[in-house]
C-alpha cells in the first residue's frame, strides 16, 4: 500500500528557509512523476513543483520559481522541497503527491493518484 508522509513543516518569518521531506513506502518504485502542492482554506489545491524522477526534469510554478527547489533521493524514498526566502503567501498545507505515469499538466492536482496528509508552513510577516 502506497504512503506518502510530508515533515518539516513550521512557523517561519518572511525571509527565512524551511525544508519539506516526503517519506514514500509501498510501490514506490512504480513512480514516474511526484510533486509538491499547497492549499489554504476554502482556495484550489495549488501546484508548486513537479520532478520527472527518471531523469531529474523539474518544474515550478511561478510563484515559486528561483526560491523553491524540488529534489529526490532515491536510496531514500524521499522527495524533498527546499524553501527560501519565504514570504507571507507561502503560508499553506504542503501536500506530497506522486502518479505512476506521466501525466499533464505537471502542476495539476489531477495528474497525480497518491496524495499525503499534509504538513503545515506558516510565514509571519
Known amino acids: 500500500q502506497v504512503s506518502l508522509v510530508e515533515s518539516g513543516g513550521g512557523s517561519v518569518e518572511a525571509g527565512g528557509s524551511l525544508t519539506l521531506s516526503c517519506a514514500a513506502s509501498?510501490?514506490?518504485?512504480?513512480?514516474?512523476?511526484m510533486a509538491w502542492f499547497r492549499q489554504n482554506p476554502g482556495k484550489e489545491r495549488e501546484g508548486v513543483a513537479n520532478?520527472?524522477?527518471?531523469?531529474?526534469?523539474?518544474y515550478y510554478a511561478d510563484s515559486v520559481k528561483g526560491r523553491f527547489t524540488i529534489a529526490q533521493d532515491n536510496a531514500k524514498n524521499t522527495l524533498y522541497l527546499q524553501m527560501t526566502n519565504l514570504k507571507p503567501e507561502d503560508t499553506a498545507m504542503y501536500y506530497c503527491?506522486?502518479?505512476?505515469?506521466?501525466?499533464?499538466?505537471?502542476?495539476?492536482?489531477?495528474?497525480?493518484?497518491?496524495w499525503g496528509q499534509g504538513t503545515q508552513v506558516t510565514v509571519s510577516s
Open positions: 520532478i520527472y524522477l527518471a531523469i531529474g526534469d523539474s
Open positions: 503527491a506522486a502518479n505512476p505515469g506521466l501525466s499533464y499538466p505537471r502542476l495539476s492536482p489531477h495528474s497525480y493518484n497518491f
Open positions: 509501498g510501490g514506490t518504485s512504480s513512480f514516474s512523476i
